[in-house]
Each structure stands twice: as structure tokens, then as C-alpha cells.
């Protein structure tokens, strides 16, 4: 059976700084998708980031990146430039059709 | 374009009572989805619904939720009877489609039930 596992309940990050959060799965498919949600105190679910698993290029939107290590089964986000308004929960999920799994999350905290 | 709507916000309810929740998908997405959140979790699917049919309700615990969309557009869960263990955050979410897994999904602000 497929799993997400985020091994980083918290984290904390400077203002403007660097932060990777972790994100590890387990599945016997070749071809699936990996997200990054974003889930700010009371607010709604967004989606930050995706990876297709058939492409080997890391998918990046803006200060957002990723380090999709498929034989690892590793999928990181990398935020850069950290800013206030991304502190929230972060969740990692595997999606293949109608298969979706979503790890327990990482709540991030912006120091200024 | 108008997002995911969800009501109510909130409900308090007792056990044993029973419940439900509404969901009106983004206009033309044809698969809806209602997850269960519990405080300090990852959303966990409930029931996915590809227009009118279901595609996967393996973890809906039937015996006490259920869960419909008519006509292919909004969509009800329901729990009856509550149990104290029911007490998280629903949400609803809705993408295009389903096929291949790469749609993005929207979610709606969630419904947080608590259960006395």
C-alpha cells in the first residue's frame, strides 16, 4: 500500500532564509503524481507545487522548487526567501488515478 | 470564478445526533471529493465522485456515513450517528477530472464539526 511519510512535525525558519521540508513515499508504481498543499491558519488548501514522476526535470513555481529523487522516493520543497505569509502547514500528497494519500503535514513558522 | 463552497462552517453537535454537510464544486469540475481532517493530520479521503458515480469510497465508514451527489453538481455527506472520534474538519475539494491523477484539486474552507 502507498504511503507519505513527513518526518518534520515543525520547523522554523528565519524571515527571508532557505527552508526544505521532507517528504518521503512509498509506492510500486513507475507513473504518479507528488504535490505540495499549503494550509494556512484557517484558511483554505492551496496547491503550491507539482511533480509528474515520468519527468526528471525538478518542478519550480517562483521561490518554490523541488527535489524529486523518484529512486529515493524523496520529494522536498525548498522554499526560498522565506516570507511571513508562508508560515502554515505544509502537506505532501501521492496521487495515481483515483489513489490520493496525504503525509500528516510540517507546520512552518516564519521568525522575523 | 467562484471557488468550492461549504456549509456550514461550523457545527456542534452531540454523539449520537446526526448531521450533514453540503458542498457546491468549482462550475464544470466533474470529480468531487470530501476528506476527513483530524486536528494535527493530513486530510484522509472519504468518497471520490466522478459526476454522479462513485469512483472510491473504500475508507467511507459506512455503516455510519453516507455521501451523495445528484446530478453531478453539489454533493451531501452525512453521519448518522455521530461518535465522539467524528470530531475534525470536512472538507470538500473538486479538479476537472480524475483520469491520471495530475488535475489540481480546490478545496473549500472545510466544515469543523464537534461532536459532545
Known amino acids: 500500500a502507498q504511503t507519505v511519510t513527513q518526518s518534520q512535525p515543525e520547523m522554523s525558519v528565519q524571515e527571508a532564509e532557505t527552508v526544505t521540508l521532507s517528504c518521503t513515499y512509498d509506492?510500486?508504481?513507475?507513473?504518479?503524481?507528488l504535490f505540495w498543499y499549503k494550509q494556512p491558519p484557517s484558511r483554505q488548501m492551496i496547491l503550491v507545487i507539482r511533480q509528474e514522476a515520468y519527468k526528471q526535470q525538478n518542478a519550480t513555481e517562483n521561490r518554490f522548487s523541488v527535489n524529486f529523487q523518484k529512486a529515493a522516493k524523496s520529494f522536498s520543497l525548498k522554499i526560498s526567501d522565506s516570507q511571513l505569509g508562508d508560515a502554515a502547514m505544509y502537506f505532501c500528497a501521492y496521487r495515481r488515478d483515483d489513489k490520493i494519500i496525504f503525509g500528516k503535514g510540517t507546520r512552518l513558522h516564519i521568525l522575523p | 470564478e467562484a471557488g468550492v463552497a461549504q456549509s456550514p462552517r461550523y457545527k456542534i453537535i452531540e454523539k449520537r445526533q446526526s448531521v450533514a454537510f453540503w458542498c457546491n464544486p468549482i462550475?464544470?469540475?466533474?470529480?468531487l471529493y470530501w476528506y476527513q481532517q483530524i486536528l494535527g493530520q493530513g486530510p484522509k479521503l472519504l468518497i471520490q465522485f466522478q459526476n454522479n458515480g462513485v469512483v472510491d469510497d473504500s475508507q467511507l465508514p459506512k455503516d455510519r456515513f453516507s455521501a451523495e451527489r445528484l446530478k453531478g453538481v453539489d454533493s451531501t455527506l452525512k453521519i448518522q450517528p455521530a461518535k465522539l472520534e467524528d470530531s475534525a474538519v470536512y472538507l470538500c475539494?473538486?479538479?476537472?477530472?480524475?483520469?491520471?491523477?495530475?488535475?489540481?484539486?480546490?478545496f473549500g474552507p472545510g466544515t469543523r464539526l464537534t461532536v459532545t
Open positions: 509506492t510500486s508504481e513507475s507513473d504518479y503524481y
Open positions: 475539494a473538486s479538479s476537472l477530472d480524475l483520469r491520471g491523477g495530475g488535475y489540481e484539486q480546490y
Open positions: 462550475s464544470g469540475h466533474a470529480t
